[in-house]
């Protein structure tokens, strides 16, 4: 256990009131290792730099990396792979969720030869239902419509080798959903599980916006079937129109049967049907426009104000 560095990364954004109370539990159980803590300051406005900063010069094995402004939580997560040198790397948030005394449950697997360790929840206490009812739609959409399966029910509390970390670390795209790029190379995984408890101290940052950015960066990520169902469903509202010119022109010539000019109700209907499927169409088509918009650029995936102990 001494012939190795663990890299524990957490992202930080407005969690000055949870510093303290995760570094007493976490340093207790990583203390036996030779480790570093990452901490990724994501544009905080409160005291959150500050409090880590008293840290940081009392212990040289606690770093941070503070940015510019808020950049996101998959970005934080993203610099602090950039700046691990552990052999093993956990990311972990500092509410006290994700109970750090599974690292040493994580590191067991991972010395068996596992290159991913995900914390998988068995149960999530302190989130509402419509939380936990959408996370699971969340899961089960991106599951049928992704090339490659995401596990479900796992967060961003995980163990990664270095050697996946070097991969995510190497990629050329922007990583707007790790977990998802986390899953696509197919490196041995394996899980623990888990009872999630409620947050220490505050409010969730996901909002339901920020919820549903995500599920979009997931799914626009790792598939292109959303292009080929927009395809499909064009097809077959063609198909369904030609049927009904079809069944009225026999209706009305054959039968002599019916009204040949329809009523303004099925024409106010049959606007407004096609209207709404053609711009879900052309947002599913901006949204891989955005993508590409965005990978043209080629800005930097965040911007570093200040790096203390790295």
Not at 16 to 23: C, H, S, V, Y
Not at 138 to 167: A, C, H, M, T
Not at 226 to 233: E, I, M, V
Not at 250 to 260: A, K, L, R
Request: net charge positive; aromatic share 14%; with cysteine.
């Amino acid at each position: 256990m001494k012939n190795f560095t663990l890299s524990i990364i957490v992202p930080v954004y407005n969690e000055e009131k949870n510093i303290d109370p995760f570094l007493n539990r976490i340093l207790e159980v990583i203390k036996k290792y030779q480790y570093e803590i990452i901490f990724v300051n994501d544009g905080s406005t409160d005291r959150t730099e500050e409090v880590i900063k008293t840290y940081c010069q009392k212990n040289k094995n606690i770093k941070l990396i503070s940015f510019t402004r808020n950049f996101g939580h998959q970005m934080a997560l993203f610099a602090g792979y950039k700046f691990s040198k552990g052999e093993a790397v956990v990311s972990i948030d500092a509410d006290l969720q994700d109970p750090p005394e599974l690292i040493d449950e994580m590191i067991e697997k991972w010395f068996k030869g596992k290159k991913i360790v995900y914390a998988k929840r068995q149960q999530r206490q302190g989130e509402s239902f419509f939380k936990l009812i959408t996370a699971r739609i969340f899961y089960k959409l991106i599951n049928f419509l992704s090339d490659v399966p995401i596990p479900q029910e796992v967060g961003d509390f995980r163990l990664l080798d270095k050697e996946v970390v070097d991969y995510l670390n190497n990629l050329q795209e922007k990583p707007e959903f790790l977990r998802g790029l986390v899953a696509w190379p197919g490196f041995e995984t394996d899980y623990i599980y888990f009872k999630r408890d409620k947050r220490f101290s505050g409010k969730t940052h996901y909002s339901l916006s920020k919820m549903i950015n995500l599920a979009l960066n997931g799914i626009t990520s790792f598939s292109i079937k959303p292009l080929r169902l927009s395809t499909y469903f064009g097809f077959l509202v063609s198909l369904l129109a030609i049927l009904i010119v079809v069944f009225k022109s026999v209706q009305h010539f054959v039968f002599h049967q019916g009204d040949w000019l329809p009523g303004w109700a099925s024409l106010f209907f049959s606007i407004v049907f096609l209207g709404g499927v053609q711009l879900i169409m052309i947002g599913i088509i901006g949204e891989y426009l955005g993508k590409i918009f965005k990978e043209i650029q080629n800005r930097p995936n965040f911007l570093i104000k200040e790096k203390i102990n790295l």
